[in-house]
């Protein structure tokens, strides 16, 4: 029988998964940053993305919130990049959404569970970088055409293709070791 | 891999500033300037910025990384969206306007025309100074505010314990997690992996990307579960925490804050009682494109 998790708990274990998910975050987003969509000029792959995604989804809406919220904080510190509220707000949010989801999910290599995974990944990171990049309407005084082309669809775009690819692979090697070490 | 902070002590006015009091000027400014085109308040709170990033006295060697992507999202933003495109301005800039070459110019034998508007070209010197000003404060962070300062910092400022924890945990956690991807990244190459040589289409790239980061990730998660035992075992979360890295305002650190709500509060009345946030084109700026 399926059992229902408590998806706003945020105790110790918590709390080292949260730590853990931001920096997993930041030290992948620093590595490979060397990795650029193909015929772009600058806009990077990012495939760290899918990190929070997969906290929230395994560990929580609180867990998945901040491994993109901080995580992308570190990362830009590391870079030498400086703070950008909003987009470190929009990167919690990719993380926070799929968390929503994670009383859902109990067998992590279930058709349902990564269908559901995979609907998460397109809303969180709607309604992430839909917010990071309208915060440039009043932080840049950018026009929509410049916020829907120049800077949510380059982000968006990017975000669900690591996503929808890397995270169901996650999801089955998570579920293995769940298995393996008998939690769960 | 090497993964180092950009942090070292210069012994700059910045370093003896309490990371609280800079945290709360930051926001100050950032809220102060996001709600203004006045291009004299832009200037004045430009000029602060100017001064502000002077007080950390962060070499460009130090900095080049972060100013480079500063750079191209500036060009991006104000060159190509407002300037070449005409973009970028819809909203804030009213139409129409005083052309800046109302009769075209010539360019290697050739006449062209252009609509670049006066307006739309004084924009863009405000979004230079809004966004230059906001990047000054925030690129400062990371050169000189002590990464054993965040979690002490977040946590005086109001953040409960474990969230401010965390933040210092994800501190903790990043050197070590550097060198299980520089192991994880050999062991694979043994194998045949080759990062460096990712080919094909994007989610050809995307894939490859598994063999590192699905084993880099389990093993942080199933290490997380000795660290949060040991945590467990020692009281985490029982008491009130008490943070290693000690924090004390100073004099200066208290008129710094009272600064930031002058300048905030400042800025708000100006803007929305006296109605000086609009943006509008200094008359000196018309002068020269009269003719």
Not at chain 2, 164 to 181: D, G, K
Not at chain 2, 186 to 192: I, M
């Amino acid at each position: 029988m399926e059992e229902k998790k408590s998806i706003w708990k945020f105790g110790t274990r918590e709390v080292v998964y949260a730590a853990i998910g931001a920096a997993l975050y930041a030290v992948l987003t620093y590595a490979l940053n060397f990795l650029q969509l193909p015929g772009t000029g600058n806009v990077t792959m990012r495939p760290a993305i899918v990190i929070p995604m997969f906290f929230g989804i395994a560990f929580g809406p609180i867990v998945g919130f901040i491994a993109g919220f901080v995580g992308n904080i570190l990362a830009d510190l590391l870079s030498g990049y400086g703070f950008w509220f909003w987009w470190d707000l929009g990167n919690g949010i990719v993380g926070l959404l799929p968390g929503l989801f994670s009383a859902l999910i109990v067998n992590y290599r279930a058709g349902k569970s990564i269908l559901l995974a995979e609907l998460s990944v397109i809303l969180g990171s709607g309604l992430g970088m839909g917010l990071a990049s309208v915060s440039e309407r009043w932080v840049s005084g950018a026009d929509w055409n410049t916020v829907l082309v120049a800077n949510f669809l380059p982000a968006f775009l990017t975000d669900i293709a690591n996503g929808l690819v890397l995270l169901p692979l996650l999801m089955v090697a998570f579920a293995a070791v769940i298995n393996r070490s008998g939690r769960g | 891999m090497l993964v180092a902070w950009n942090y070292h002590y210069r012994n700059s006015p910045m370093d003896h500033i309490d990371p609280r009091a800079r945290w709360i000027f930051s926001f100050a400014f950032l809220f102060a300037v996001t709600q203004t085109w006045n291009p004299l308040l832009l200037a004045g709170l430009f000029a602060i910025a100017l001064v502000w990033y002077a007080m950390g006295r962060v070499s460009w060697k130090d900095a080049r990384r972060g100013w480079l992507l500063i750079s191209f999202m500036l060009f991006s933003m104000i060159v190509v969206n407002t300037i070449i495109t005409g973009g970028g301005a819809g909203g804030v800039v009213p139409p129409g306007g005083q052309l800046v070459w109302p009769d075209g110019f010539s360019l290697f034998g050739r006449h062209l025309t252009y609509g670049l508007t006066v307006e739309r070209l004084w924009f863009a010197i405000s979004q230079l100074m809004r966004i230059l000003g906001i990047s000054l404060l925030f690129i400062l962070i990371p050169y000189t505010m002590d990464s054993r300062a965040y979690g002490a910092t977040f946590s005086k400022l109001g953040l409960p314990d474990r969230l401010a924890y965390t933040m210092e945990l994800a501190f903790r956690f990043i050197p070590s997690l550097a060198r299980n991807l520089a192991v994880t990244l050999d062991a694979q190459k043994a194998r045949g992996f080759e990062l460096e040589k990712v080919r094909g289409g994007l989610i050809k790239k995307i894939a490859r990307i598994a063999p590192l980061l699905i084993p880099l990730t389990m093993n942080a998660i199933l290490s997380s579960e000795d660290i949060a035992n040991a945590m467990d075992l020692r009281g985490f979360g029982q008491r009130k925490r008490t943070w290693l890295f000690a924090l004390q305002y100073h004099w200066w650190d208290w008129v710094l804050i009272a600064f930031s709500v002058v300048l905030l509060v400042g800025v708000t009345v100006l803007v929305h009682a006296l109605g000086m946030g609009g943006f509008a084109v200094p008359a000196w700026f018309y002068t020269f494109f009269a003719g």
